[in-house]
């Protein structure tokens, strides 16, 4: 779903892009080998989170989602670009992180192709390391999950070819750390993720 609005300078336009489950492009990675091969596209959350099962150590997951329309968008000047996420531990039983650990998770630009039916764990796609976005430490549930994006935007809006959404993972990689977000597949279209945007 595409929402825009003029602040009234002729120079300005504002618009968000929040997609509902059917239009939206997004999975969640496991990496323990029993998840591996599994694809997790269509639930009601998807997570950043560096975790255990059953004491083993790669019980973490990544998420993937981009935002099909924002190529829609081109030779602007991104002023402003946030990438909005309601939480979703209300859908997953893996709560946020509820003690004393930074929970930050870190955002990427994904420079390849991925397909939301068949990504997983053994196939991830490539990423841009060299320039990220984070969304602060939050072990509330029930808080909204905000990251500054606006540099990460303006390349994809420069660079469409090599664009394909945001990589989430933990910033830190050691356990016990988790941040759970509302999918686009939950009854709730406000809880739904969305980029919201400000360009001239």
């Known amino acids: 779903m595409l929402f825009f609005h003029s602040?009234?300078?002729?120079?300005?336009?504002?618009?968000?892009?929040?997609?509902d489950g059917l239009n939206s492009k997004e999975a969640m990675l496991g990496f323990h080998p029993d998840w591996l091969n599994n694809n997790a596209h269509g639930r009601l959350y998807f997570r950043s989170s560096e975790w255990t099962k059953n004491g083993d150590d790669r019980g973490d997951h990544h998420s993937v989602i981009e935002f099909l329309d924002l190529k829609t968008l081109t030779n602007v000047k991104i002023i402003k670009a946030e990438l909005i996420f309601h939480d979703g531990s209300v859908y997953d039983r893996n709560l946020n992180s509820s003690?004393?650990?930074?929970?930050t998770t870190s955002v990427f630009r994904i420079i390849e192709d991925w397909d939301k039916e068949l990504v997983n764990g053994s196939n991830p796609p490539a990423i841009d390391s060299s320039i990220s976005a984070e969304i602060p430490r939050n072990n509330n549930n029930n808080d909204l999950k905000i990251a500054d994006v606006t540099a990460l935007v303006q390349?994809?809006?420069?660079?469409?070819?090599?664009?394909?959404?945001?990589?989430?993972?933990?910033?830190?990689?050691?356990?016990?750390?988790?941040?759970?977000?509302?999918?686009?597949?939950?009854?709730n279209s406000e809880e739904h993720p969305e980029l919201r945007i400000t360009y001239i």
């Not at 602040?7 to 997609?19: C, I």
């Not at 003690?99 to 929970?103: F, I, P, Q, V």
């Open 7 to 19: 602040n009234n300078k002729a120079e300005a336009l504002s618009v968000s892009f929040k997609p």
């Open 99 to 103: 003690w004393d650990s930074d929970n």
């Open 155 to 187: 390349i994809m809006v420069d660079n469409p070819e090599t664009s394909f959404g945001f990589y989430l993972k933990q910033k830190d990689p050691t356990h016990y750390r988790s941040m759970v977000f509302a999918s686009s597949f939950v009854e």
